[in-house]
């Protein structure tokens, strides 16, 4: 995907707000027909990129590239993007054909080409016939499908959208996702999102840039930034994670209080902490053979039932008061947590699972 020219290079980009630094030298290319999602904590400076990008805020440093043209000093009309803000911003006095229309400007297009273009953008959006509704009269997902088909009705060459789905309730985000996603397929327009919901970002994007304190600190893959994070933040703020402090030993092997854990690569030199996700924890019944590497008996001390699963909250021997949570299918939780069973089990720690962050 890099080995191409990319259609939005972001080079350099620094804003300062007084004394406080909201982007610190942001880089990043986005290729076209990619959904890229800026991915963070309130405050990152996600929403300040998106801004930038859409010549709604001036950076103080760094530049802006789309389709090999410098966009940095140029107004936000002449940046052909269309945006979806976290709010929708219908006009309420206008029906949805007119809310449409406002961005289709009446000198460059006739009505009757107008019109169609409207019908065109409402049949994209599954909404035929809602042309004379008004934004009340609208749900939310309604009013999110008439604000997207709006950004899209000049047929920009880059979507930005601000949180689109934040003011939804759960059932009806989970579905627009995946509408959102596979129009964005359809249409192949190339798309930057801002969201700080790590679930929404790894169902729709194709990469992910992950943001903290104005800096850019992964962009990747969402199964890269799962599998590898770069950093404990990362690893902590998408998806869950057990952390063990460790002490280094030879021959690639960590001391966790008195349980000696192997691990596939090199141990850094310096103590640290490893990083493993709950789900590759396996838990094995107790009276399974301790063969296995990094395998331990260990205490069950809770359990939440969570439909697809139980979350386990386990004490391996020898870490000495840590705890891990793993992640065990309904049946086996329901035989470990059994009234009159042991509350005993073997848990192991797969080597290749285990990351060690200095």
């Known amino acids: 995907m890099s080995a191409n020219p990319a259609f939005l290079s972001i080079q350099g980009l620094h804003k300062q ?4 630094t909201a982007l610190d030298q942001v880089s990043l290319d986005i290729q076209a027909g990619e959904l890229v999602c800026l991915l963070g904590p309130s405050g990152c400076g996600k ?22 043209r410098d966009i940095s000093p140029l107004p936000p009309q002449q940046r052909d993007y269309g945006i979806l803000f976290q709010s929708y911003a219908l006009f309420p006095n206008l029906t949805v054909a007119q809310n449409i229309a406002y961005g ?30 008004y934004p009340a009269q609208l749900s939310g997902g309604q009013q999110q499908r008439v604000a997207l ?46 969201t700080h919901d790590q679930e929404e970002a790894m169902v729709m994007a194709d990469r992910i840039a992950v943001m903290e304190k104005g800096r850019l600190v992964q962009f990747d ?90 979350k386990l909250i386990l004490r391996p021997e020898g870490m000495d008061g840590l705890t891990v949570q793993a992640i065990v299918n309904p049946e086996q939780g329901d035989r470990l947590l059994a009234p009159l069973a042991a509350r005993r089990c073997r848990v192991q720690l797969p080597s290749e699972a285990l990351h060690a962050h200095a």
């Open 221 to 310: 893959r969402p199964q890269a930034l799962y599998r590898s994070p770069a950093d404990p933040f990362v690893a902590g703020f998408i998806g869950e994670a057990n952390w063990l402090p460790y002490t280094p030993l030879e021959d690639a092997a960590v001391l966790v209080e008195r349980a000696r854990l192997d691990l596939d690569r090199d141990a850094p030199v310096a103590p640290g902490r490893l990083f493993i996700r709950p789900e590759n924890i396996r838990v094995l019944d107790s009276a399974s053979p301790t063969a296995a590497a990094n395998t331990f008996l260990a205490d069950i001390v809770d359990g939440v039932f969570l439909g697809r699963h139980y």
């Open 17 to 20: 707000f007084g004394s406080f």
């Open 47 to 68: 929403t300040t990129l998106l801004r930038c990008i859409a010549g709604l805020q001036q950076a103080d440093r760094g530049a802006i590239v789309m389709a090999g």
């Open 104 to 133: 289709l400007s009446p000198r460059r297009r006739l009505a009757d080409q107008v019109r169609q273009r409207v019908s065109e953008m409402l049949d994209l959006v599954g909404l035929s016939g809602s042309e004379d509704k």
């Open 149 to 194: 088909a709006r950004a899209l009705a000049p047929s920009p060459s880059l979507l930005l959208l601000d949180e689109p789905m934040s003011a939804l309730d759960a059932q009806v985000r989970e579905r627009l996702r995946i509408e959102l996603r596979a129009l964005q397929k359809q249409l192949s327009i190339t798309t930057l999102m801002v």
